[in-house]
C-alpha cells in the first residue's frame, strides 16, 4: 500500500498557521505532497481566511523543494449543477461541468498564465468538487496538461491519453494495497485534526510516496481495469445511499 498526500484548495487565502505546522510535519519526514493550487481563488468561503502577501514565493519555494504543485480549477466557482451526470458521476456543482470546450479551455489557459508569471511549472490538474465532462479533459489536452488526479481504481491507468491518479475516499481511509490518495482540506481543521493528521504521517511514514514515484505505478493491465469498474460501481452505489 502506498500513500499519496493530496492537499486541496491552496490559495494565497487559507489557514496558514496549519499550513506552517504541516510544511514542518512534511519537512521533518521528507515527504513531498501534492498541493492543489486555486490560480485566481473567488470562492467566498474560501476568502474569508487570512491572506499571505507572499503567496506566490511560497509556492514557488514549494515545488523547489520537489512538492507537486497541481492546478486545482481556475477560480473555484461552482456555476452549472451536475445532476450526477459528471464524468465520474459524484454530482453536486462544478466550475467546469457543462461548459463549451472554449469557455473551459479559456478557464485554463488563464489559470496557467498566472502559474507561468510565477514560474510555476504545471502538469496534472484536479477540478474542484471532482467534476468533469469530456469538454474538461480536451481542453486540459489543448493546453498541454495530460495528467489528473481524480478518478477510480488502485493503481494510475492511461485513459483517453490521460494519466488518472485515482482519488478514492473523502476521509483518510486506507485500503491495505495499491495506491491510495487523500484528499485534505485543511481549511476546516481544528486543533485535534492537525493531531490526527500527524500521527498519520508518522504512522505511514514510509508508505507516503510523491507525486513521481505515483504516476510510475501507472498500469492498463487487465486486473487493475477490472478492480477500477468494481470500485467505481462500489463508490457510486456508496454515494447514492448516503
Ligand atoms: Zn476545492
Known sequence: ??????FDDIAENMNWNLME???KLFDQFNIKPVLGVIP??????L?????????????????SKGWEIAMHGYNHLYEIETNKKDFFKYGGKSEFYGQSLESQSSKI?????????????????F???HTYDKNTFEALKLNNINEIIDGYGLKPYL?????????LFYKNFFLPFGLQTTQIHLNYWNDNDYKNFSK???????DIISYDEAIKMLSNKKVDKLIRQLLRKILIIKRKLN
Open 1 to 6: 500500500m502506498k500513500i499519496l498526500i493530496r
Open 21 to 23: 505546522k504541516c510544511e
Open 40 to 45: 485566481n481563488n473567488k470562492d467566498k468561503e
Open 47 to 63: 476568502l474569508s481566511y487570512p491572506f499571505k502577501n507572499d503567496f506566490w514565493k511560497t509556492v514557488k519555494d514549494w515545488q
Open 109 to 125: 489557459k488563464d489559470g496557467l498564465k498566472i502559474f507561468q508569471k510565477n514560474n510555476i511549472k504545471i502538469r496534472t490538474f
Open 127 to 129: 477540478s474542484p468538487n
Open 159 to 167: 485513459e483517453n491519453d490521460i494519466k488518472f491518479i485515482p482519488q
Open 200 to 206: 498519520l504521517v508518522i504512522k505511514y511514514k514510509k
